[in-house]
Structures are given as C-alpha cells and as structure tokens.
C-alpha cells in the first residue's frame, strides 16, 4: 500500500485529543487528519474527509461514540475511560478493533497503530487464504499465533506480489516475517520458477533485488 492511512480522532478533551493526533503523525504510513469533538461533528468529518481509521472516545457532548463508528462502518479503535464490561463489550460486538482504557501508555496506542498497519497491508489484495486471514489476525490483536508453515508463507509471499513487484524487505514488511525468513522462501520460489528475480540500479551503492510473480 502507497496511501498513508488517514486517521480521525474524536475526543471532546482538546488537550487528549492534540496527544493522540501527534501519536499518529509519529508513525510512519499515517496521516492525522484534523481531530472533531462532538458527534454531530465526526458524522460531517467522516463523510467529507473519508478517514480510514477511527480514534474515538465513547462519551461526547452530544451523543455516543461507539454510535458514531457503529454507523459509519469504519475500522475503528475506541479509547476511553471507561471500564465497565457493559461498555467495553459493546465496543467490540460494534466491530471496534481495539479498546484502550485511559489513560494509557503511548506505546500501546503506537504499538497497536503499527500492528493496524501491517494487518491492512496484509489484507491490501482482493482476496486471501485463510494463512493470510490467519496471520492478519494474529498480528492486529498480537497474539502468539505460530509462524505459518512453509507453504503457507510462500503463498502469502505469493499474495502480496499479487500487488505488484517488490524488494525482500517490503515483502517481510507485508507478511509479517523476517526479513532473512522472507528471502530464504524467495529463493525457493524462483528455483522453481514460480517467482522472477530482477535487478533495479540505483544512484549509489549495491543493485536491489525485484521479486515478481513469475
């Protein structure tokens, strides 16, 4: 993915709201737009500005905002404090991805961001395999899942090349691995002619390698 992916706060504490809006301008691939600090507000933003990603507070002037992301269908991280079950599993039945108790470190806010990105770029192409799904979820809500099997990595390798050509880095970066992981399955894809490998020269230093669907 080459759009960095533009993020709207909703909180009604300008002050919270200006430390989660540089939070996200910290991490590479996101763009803040613009925080709101009401319902009525984030309904008009969501639909002008077209965030992909959702930072909302639960409790707003003038209504509810796990209402807000529930009707604007929007992947969605809810961050509030409030703790009570009732709350935190009604943010979650509404398809929130993630809920933060304030107040919260930074990192987990960050941790939690770089984990969104890396699911979305799992799930860039217009279809997946189940290892794909699998290892998408593992990596948003960060559980222990094992590494894919070797079949299954290669054909994740193999689904993000459905993209378009990439380097052994950007594809470690897509799938979630290493990058050492990423090149061992690459040169076993191109011995058996599944994938092609071709040089790209740059202004300095080394030739890149390119990986394309073969």
């Known amino acids: 993915m080459t759009d960095d992916i533009r993020v709207l706060i909703v909180d009604d504490d300008f002050r919270v709201s200006g430390i ?3 939070l996200v301008a910290s991490r590479p691939g996101f763009e803040p737009l613009p925080p709101v600090r009401d319902a009525a507000s984030a309904r008009t933003a969501i639909r002008e500005m077209q965030p992909d990603l959702l930072l909302l507070d639960v409790y707003l002037p003038d209504g509810d905002g796990i209402e807000v992301g ?9 961050l509030s404090a409030a703790d009570d079950v009732a709350t935190i599993r009604r943010a979650i039945a509404s398809g929130a991805l993630h809920y933060l108790v304030k107040p919260f470190a930074a990192r987990d806010l960050r941790d939690r961001l770089d984990r969104y990105a890396r699911f979305r770029n799992l799930l860039a192409a217009g279809s997946a395999t189940q290892a794909t799904i699998d290892r998408a979820v593992g990596l948003l809500h960060g559980g222990a899942a094992p ?15 459905a993209e378009g050509e990439a380097s052994s880095v950007e594809l470690a970066e897509r799938i979630g691995v290493s990058r050492a992981t990423a090149q061992r399955h690459l040169a076993e ?9 071709a040089l790209r020269y740059g202004t300095a230093g080394r030739p ?6 073969g």
Do not use: N
């Open 20 to 22: 989660h809006r540089d």
């Open 70 to 78: 529930r009707e604007a269908g929007i992947d969605r991280f809810v």
């Open 147 to 161: 590494p894919p099997a070797r079949a299954g990595t290669q054909q994740l390798i193999l689904d993000a090349l």
């Open 189 to 197: 894809l191109a011995a058996r002619g599944a994938v092609e490998v």
């Open 208 to 213: 890149e390698h390119r990986y394309r669907v």
